[in-house]
């Protein structure tokens, strides 16, 4: 866990912080190969886009939505990913469309943190960043499909959607299997009224 309550802010994925988001992704020489976060996007064509370009165009375009978690030194550490089904695939998708649970507003599809900065709590500040930024758009029900590491040693580079655990203590149920370890999860998150807290 972090330090103290304060170690991290989150900001929005967006023009303004583009430069940080790509700061990070190279220092993580591209993210799973040169992924960019940029590998669930409907917009994506394997082969024929180039991941950063595309990923940029996304976010200048306010087309790629992300909670970008930010360290005391003003670097971001990580994000988690969110967007409309329009804008993101799921992983395991194939087995989620033979029975799709009610349909969502909004998908959390990748969370990501520094290799450096691994189990200090930046992914529990990344969702949860993502889910005040999903209220403050309008809100509504949230969907993701983690993995469950209760009972087996998992490697956290292959986790990145999270754990079903930790989407728990944010308050996502189970809704069905989807395979070994993964599940689909859902939340309802309540609007956020401008001037609210």
């Not at 990923?55 to 790629?64: G, I, N």
């Not at 990913?81 to 599809?109: M, N, T, V």
Request: proline share 6%; glycine share 10%.
């Amino acid at each position: 866990m972090p330090d103290s309550p304060g170690t991290y802010t989150v900001r929005p994925l967006d023009g303004s912080t583009w430069d940080s988001f790509a700061d990070l992704v190279e220092r993580n020489n591209g993210i799973y190969g040169g992924c960019w976060c940029i590998a669930f996007h409907t917009a994506y064509q394997r082969r024929v886009s180039d991941p950063k370009t595309l990923k940029e165009e996304l976010v200048r375009s306010d087309r790629a939505h992300a909670a970008l978690v930010f360290d005391e030194d003003g670097h971001a550490q990580g994000w988690a990913q969110y967007g409309s089904p329009d804008e993101l695939d799921l992983k395991h998708l194939r087995e989620y469309s033979k029975d799709p649970p009610p349909p969502a507003r909004w998908r959390i599809a990748c969370i990501f943190v520094d290799k450096g900065h691994r189990g200090q709590g930046i992914a529990r500040v990344a969702l949860t960043g993502a889910l005040s930024q999903i209220a403050a758009a309008g809100g509504g029900l949230v969907e993701a499909i983690p993995e469950t590491v209760t009972g087996r040693e998992a490697q956290g580079r292959f986790l990145f959607s999270a754990t079903a655990e930790l989407f728990e203590e944010l308050g996502f149920s189970r809704v069905r299997q989807v395979g070994k370890h993964a599940w689909i999860v859902n939340r309802t998150i309540e609007p956020i009224e401008r001037g609210e807290p």
